[in-house]
């Protein structure tokens, strides 16, 4: 069949597949434990769900700008001038369908056909996939489980050639948990100013880091803030995955492109959405603490129980809601009748035989790992270790 040779070349999300995988098992009635995609286990926060009830009731049901209302534009200034002590006018921030989506806008607003987009491994299953969609090209910095998964100044620039646009940055990680201390995200900054090259900051989970507090690299001075495109959304931090709200802060310009791209690609996100989101970003912080309190307790007892288990270890991840877990020793090894050469193999073997959904991180840019996600009860949490180990022990 006559296809798009590029669409043809990008792979489906593995954590969507395995979040697929996993609720079709359940479904059947298999007695499956999900780590797969990440989700907040908790509901969207009363408040925001009483928003959008009132906007449908108020007759808000009808087509708004294609990027967004101006009232969520003023709340998400607000937000950052609050939150971030950034200062953004409505005419650069663009609501988008998801943090996804805004950043499919970005990598379209700036990289032309070869234009080199660097991101650190592992990363998150989707930017490579976006870059190439926007006829970029990937090019990776490899971090090291003993380095905290993290990336220095001078590693970046060792990475930067002339075809250079962009640096993806994501802190708090997914899937690493790691987050960068102030002084290390200002030398980034300085690299990427001397450079001038755009830094890609997808923020979506600055409000799960359990020690200290997060720090937008945009923060620094005017000039890294005119070459940053803030990435965020109201996914992860409200537990609003459904809804499909996601906002991109950047220089007017390349905001104004972005608006262009999506007033042809999908419109306005939904409308009820953008007023519930109002009412969660003007809302009170209660919820996301409490949410916040429970992931870290989850994370401390997942941490240690993975360290006591033979064969496999993982670091303590400081922000998110992932725990990136080390099979390397596992590797050669045969469980349940299966030899176990990929992280693929792992997470295929741990969920036929017990029953246990983890996304493998031969999709995130290292085999050595597969990715658990805490934001799920500390009952399943339980279960899924127990599992693990009996599995482990076969
Ligand atoms: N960035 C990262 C790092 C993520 O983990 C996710 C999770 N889906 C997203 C962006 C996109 O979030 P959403 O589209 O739900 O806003
Ligand atoms: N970002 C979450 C994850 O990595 C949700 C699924 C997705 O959008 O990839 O699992």
Known sequence: MYLSEKAKSINPSSTLAIDAKFKAMKAEGIDVVGFG?????????????QAAIKAIMEGK????????????????CEKFKNEN?????????????????????????????????IIPAPFWVSYPEMVRLADGCPKYIYTKEENGFKFTAEELKNAITDKTRALVLNSPSNPTGMVYTESELNEIADVCVERNIYVISDEIY???????????????????????????????TYAMTGWRI???????????????????????????????????????????ATMKKAFSERRDYMVERINSIDGVSC????????VLMNISKIKGRTISGVKIETSDDFANALLENAKV???????????DFVRWSYATSMENIKMGLDRLEAFLNN
């Open 357 to 367: 959904a983890l996304v493998p991180c031969s999709g995130f840019g290292n085999d």
């Open 206 to 236: 600055e409000h799960l880091i359990y020690e200290g507090k997060h720090v937008s690299i945009a923060s620094f001075n005017e000039q890294i803030k005119d070459l940053t495109i803030i990435i965020n959304g109201v996914s992860k």
């Open 246 to 288: 996601g906002y991109t802060a950047s220089n007017a310009k390349i905001a104004k492109v972005m608006a262009n791209v999506q007033s042809h690609a999908s419109s306005n996100p939904n409308t009820i959405a953008q007023w519930a989101t109002v009412a969660a970003l003007s809302g009170g912080k209660e919820e996301i």
């Open 37 to 49: 995609a990440g989700e907040p286990d908790f509901d969207t926060p009363e408040y925001i769900k």
């Open 85 to 117: 002590g950034l200062t953004f006018a409505p005419e650069q921030i663009v609501v988008s369908n998801g943090a996804k989506h805004s950043l499919i806008n970005a990598f379209q607003a700036i990289l032309n056909p070869g234009d080199e987009v």
């Open 61 to 76: 049901t009808k087509y708004t700008p294609a990027s967004g209302i101006v009232e969520l534009k003023k709340a998400i």
């Open 315 to 322: 670091l303590k991840p400081n922000g998110a809601f992932y």
